[in-house]
């Protein structure tokens, strides 16, 4: 799935789309993985799957990046674009 990044937001949280990807705000900045860590536990938090479940394949120093995450479905993700937070 495609993500679009804002590091140094004044909270994280998932905030709709932006163009066809999920777009994410993360307070940490984009410095050493920081913004690449918060990503990955917002995303698990909002779809209930571990961590590790969740891995950055391309854009890991952009904001547009390619996340691939196994044991949910897409219609979960689609609902976290539109803000139904009813996968948990």
């Known amino acids: ?19 066809t990807a999920l777009k994410v705000r ?20 909002q779809l209930g799957v571990p961590r590790r479940a969740i891995r950055i394949v391309s854009g890991a120093a952009s904001r547009a990046k390619t996340v691939d995450i196994e044991g949910t479905t897409e219609a979960a993700v689609r609902a976290l674009a539109t803000g139904g937070n009813d996968t948990n």
Request: charged letters at 15%.
């Open 1 to 19: 799935m495609r993500v679009h990044v804002q590091p140094r937001a004044s909270r994280s949280e998932v905030v709709g789309t932006h163009g």
């Open 26 to 45: 993360v307070h940490a900045p984009p410095v050493d993985g920081a913004a690449n860590d918060a990503v990955i536990s917002l995303l698990s938090a």
